[in-house]
């Protein structure tokens, strides 16, 4: 009997043939170099893998669930004893270092290529529990699989039950021992292991999806594309203008000879455009492939702001070869993928963004620590894009400070390793990366030679409306575009309604209670306004905060952590266009007197925030820095004791969550508005009559942009989110009208504009 490995006919010996050959491409377009391990074991422990991972499909059990028979299914699974057999092989292997560690990455490669990716004390875990069961799948193995030789590699020698047995015991004693060896060991491991496994999900996918070996490597792209970009501008004969000339000049000709650096710039000045000049520079200089340029940033607002940015610098690149040029990856982004003039069908557009095919993909926070962190194959997939990448971490003082310590850690190694280059942009640098090199020397000249905003800050405390009635003739007297940050949406909401029926001017309101669709369509309202001389007032949470680009003349903050302070700073006089910008911090607190700013931040910032001001009352645009610096050096004391935190992920543990690092509290329950998209609601309908499940699959795919762009996202039992539903469709819930306020806040379990429910 032929053995098969996919539905369509394929047989098992072809498929592994051409992983292997897949994953011998991919190999030849990453430069690697592991302390202690050979280039010749590395391709041998890659081919390895390739040529194991899906052997056990070869159990009658896995060949009469192909051809559509009977079959019993706990028997089906092929993965874990793939990884068993493939952990046996990889014993062999000649000039092996790490003891059994290499064998046991092999293993979690291949038990990881359709479920989590474990660690190795879950792998050994499950291969204990089921050894009954992998003894049962031993017995109907077809001894035939032996005989293959996937490219060129001999899987001669058989598997025995007590082969099988000696590789549980195995599992089980590198498991103990594994915990004692140093973080920085285990972190190189780790980076072996997350490589095995992304080539593999490649490989594996790659002849299904495109009918051919991987896609074709990054495309060069001119180094000089920004300048030239610039040059048809308009000049701007203002400070802020020859500053970022200046900026634009100098990061193409210094070299501060680390694969770790830093931007960092006062706002306005142009970071998009200077870290795109450098990272395109170092991209021609790379030898060997072009290496991708991974954008990384901490919101869609901003990202949707810097592909503009790009789209016009590569424009002539773009329009010649598409997607193939630049890629933006995040829930808004659409599901296509143009290449040229030619089109792909859906499976192969899903592999081709899955797996970041492009020279310049901008994407969020989210999935670059995904790629590093996570054990989902739908990330892991593209952890080897990130070696030989250069990596800019846009707006890296967003990172929480849980993070610092892996982020350093991982992405170090990933410069040793995988000659990856790192940009970490911020006006307010975290010292994420302490031993980086500035790219500009220096920046502290260019916070001096602006003088944009004056910050002043209040240390009495004082009630949201006590707030709103002391501001309120300053608004009536002096109008000028103003911005209002509070630190929670009662308090946003609270001060939207009272200064809205108080005020004779435009006010808007804008928090996550909107739909991304909503927000982005009021920023560009209150831009219109502005630009057409009124005076708006914005009120909003702190999603407005870094890297949107709005240019107002008073800003009022809640009090919050320094380093979100001096971001709200940038949102005033951002392009230097007045005498001076007025920025002022307040102390809100709720009518038992407690500080809104401890429902969201945590104390040891509060309180760092207070010894970096130090009673200071005013504070100038070159004065920030040091502040800034005073502020991050006790932050970075807090983000020290973090290493547990590192340990965890370089052993695998399924114990952290990334999601909940970064933000917090679970999301909660998403509801969709059906207003922000009249058509979605019809659409999603017909989708779920759709028969055929993959014609079913790409059509929703295709929507889920939109269905992401009206969606949000509220903590509610699951009796209010039943109560709040209208309609349920394809899983996804539709709020109904009187919890909506498409005129004013948005989503609430608890209405208060005066519908009747």
């Not at 060949?63 to 019993?72: G, K, L, T, W």
């Not at 933006?328 to 296509?336: C, D, E, T, V």
Request: hydrophobic share 40%; aromatic share 6%; with cysteine.
């Amino acid at each position: 009997m032929t053995l098969l490995s996919h539905s369509d006919g394929r047989r098992l010996d072809q498929h592994l043939d051409e992983v292997v050959a897949a994953a011998r491409s991919i190999l030849a377009t990453h430069t690697l170099s592991f302390p202690g391990l050979p280039p010749a074991t590395l391709a041998a422990a890659l081919d390895l893998t390739a040529a194991t991972h899906d052997v056990a499909k070869a159990t009658s059990h896995f060949q009469a669930y192909i051809r559509n028979e009977p079959y019993n299914s706990a028997l089906k699974p092929h993965a874990l004893l793939s990884a068993c057999y493939a952990f046996h092989r990889a014993r062999g292997l000649p000039d092996l270092p790490w003891g059994d560690a290499i064998p046991g990455l092999i293993a979690c490669a291949v038990a990881g290529h359709h479920s989590a990716y474990p660690g190795f004390a879950d792998l050994a875990t499950t291969v204990f529990r089921s050894l009954d069961t992998l003894h049962q799948q031993l017995d109907t193995l077809d001894p035939t699989v032996f005989a293959m030789t996937p490219g060129g590699v001999s899987l001669a020698g058989g598997f025995t039950h007590a082969d099988l047995d000696r590789v549980a015991g195995s599992l089980r004693a590198l498991a103990r021992s594994y915990p004692r060896l140093p973080l920085e060991e285990k972190i190189r491991h780790r980076i072996l292991g997350l490589f095995l496994v992304s080539v593999l999900l490649e490989a594996d996918r790659t002849v299904l999806a495109l009918g051919r070996l991987p896609a074709d490597p990054p495309l060069p792209l001119p180094a000089t594309a920004v300048p030239e970009h610039v040059a048809t501008l308009p000049v701007y004969d203002t400070e802020i203008g020859r500053i970022r000339g200046e900026c634009l000049a100098r990061v193409a000709c210094t070299d501060p000879g680390r694969p770790i650096q830093t931007l960092t710039l006062p706002t306005g000045t142009g970071k998009t455009l200077t870290a795109l000049h450098r990272a395109l520079a170092l991209r021609a200089q790379a030898a060997g492939a072009p290496p991708r340029i991974v954008v990384a940033m901490p919101y869609l607002s901003v990202i949707e702001q810097t592909d503009e940015v790009y789209r016009a610098v590569l424009q002539d690149e773009i329009a010649a070869e598409g997607d193939r040029v630049h890629l933006s990856r995040h829930s808004l982004a659409p599901f296509r993928y143009r290449a040229g003039e030619g089109s792909e069908d859906d499976n192969a557009v899903e592999f081709l963004l899955s797996t970041w095919q492009a020279a310049v993909v901008t994407t969020t926070f989210d999935q670059v620590l995904y790629a590093l962190f996570s054990r989902s194959p739908r990330h892991l997939i593209r952890f080897h894009t990130l070696l030989n990448a250069v990596l800019l971490i846009d707006e890296v003082q967003a990172l929480p400070a849980a993070l610092w310590l892996p982020v350093n850690r991982f992405l170090t190694a990933l410069t040793e390793i995988g000659q990856t280059r790192v940009i970490a942009l911020s006006a307010t640098q975290p010292g994420v990366f302490p031993g980086a090199a500035e790219c500009i020397p220096d920046p502290g000249r260019y916070f001096e030679r602006l003088n944009r905003v004056r910050l002043t800050i209040r240390y009495a405390p004082e009630t949201v409306l006590a707030f709103c009635d002391r501001i309120l003739p300053a608004l009536r007297e002096a109008p000028a575009p103003t911005l209002i940050v509070l630190n929670t949406i009662a308090a946003c909401e609270a001060v939207y309604r009272d200064l809205g029926a108080r005020l004779d001017r435009p006010v808007h309101y804008l928090s996550a209670r909107l739909p991304p669709a909503l927000r982005s369509a009021r920023l560009e309202a209150v831009k219109r306004e502005m630009a057409s001389g009124e005076n708006p007032v914005l009120v909003a949470t702190q999603c407005i905060e870094a890297g949107v680009d709005i240019d107002m003349g008073r800003v009022y903050r809640d009090f919050g952590p320094l380093d979100a302070i001096i971001q709200i700073c940038g949102r005033c006089n951002r392009h230097g266009t007045r005498a001076r910008g007025e920025v002022e911090v307040v102390r809100l607190v709720t009518e038992d007197g407690d500080l809104y700013a401890r429902q969201v931040y945590d104390d040891p910032r509060l309180d760092a925030t207070l010894r970096a001001l130090a009673g200071t009352v005013t504070l100038d645009e070159p004065a920030f820095p040091a502040r800034i610096d005073r502020y991050f050096a006790e932050v970075r004391d807090e983000a020290e004791r973090s290493e547990k935190v590192a340990c965890a992920f370089a052993e695998g543990s399924d114990t952290l969550s990334v999601r909940a690092l970064l933000r917090g509290e679970d999301d909660g329950t998403s509801f969709v508005v059906g207003s922000c998209d009249q058509d979605l609601r019809e659409e999603l309908r017909a989708v779920a009559r759709i028969e055929d499940r993959w014609v079913r699959r790409y059509a929703l795919k295709r929507l889920l942009p939109r269905v992401a762009r009206c969606s949000v996202s509220l903590r509610v039992s699951e009796e209010d989110a039943d109560r709040m539903t209208d309609e349920v469709i394809y899983g996804f819930r539709f709020v109904r009208e009187p919890y909506y306020d498409s005129e004013g806040v948005g989503l609430s379990e608890n209405p208060s504009w005066g519908l009747i429910l």
